[in-house]
């Protein structure tokens, strides 16, 4: 596909606007979502992930922290981890209970622990969704989602996990 054609038909946008992706100034936002989308119909996965990784980083500095994923290998299972600032009584509250249920998910004894913290995981997601009138909130929710799925991790995860010298 020629670039004027992908700029026109595929991102809906002018030719300079993909020469400059390609040149000076590279694509951010809901842009980043469309080339994932573009890259997963068109049999390379691997480049969808790396779009969803990069607008999973910015959305994640815009809403002041940063989030970690490193994707599940044979030898560990997918993990994360979320860096953020917290400021004031009732950020310091609602994050010493998100680690209690948090918690709840590790506790192996009982059964019926883990299915109620996974149903109160869901309702609080629910509720988050149709109170919280955050469009970013809700694009990065989605944009992790679809990056887990992937199995690649953030661009900040690959920098911290990937040694010098070694190939990944």
């Not at 998910?105 to 955050?134: M, T, V, W």
């Amino acid at each position: 596909m020629t670039q004027q054609r992908f700029a026109v038909e595929v991102l809906k946008t002018a030719i300079s606007t993909i020469a400059r992706y390609e040149t000076i100034t590279p694509p951010e936002g809901d842009v980043l979502l469309r080339l994932s989308k573009v890259a997963d119909e068109n049999g390379r996965p691997d480049l969808g992930a790396k779009f969803l990784a990069i607008y999973v980083e910015e959305f994640s500095k815009k809403l002041g922290g940063e989030l970690i994923m490193v994707p599940k290998t044979e030898s560990r299972i997918e993990h994360g981890y979320v860096v953020k600032k917290l400021e004031g009584q009732k950020q310091l509250l609602f994050m010493q209970r998100a680690l209690l249920v948090l918690g709840a998910f590790d506790y192996s004894g009982d059964p019926k622990i883990s299915k109620a913290a996974d149903e109160l995981l869901d309702s609080i997601g629910d509720f988050a969704q149709r109170c919280i009138p955050n469009p970013i909130v809700h694009k990065l929710t989605n944009a992790m989602t679809a990056a887990v799925a992937h199995g690649v991790p953030t661009q900040k995860a690959i920098g911290k996990t990937k040694k010098k010298g070694t190939k990944k």
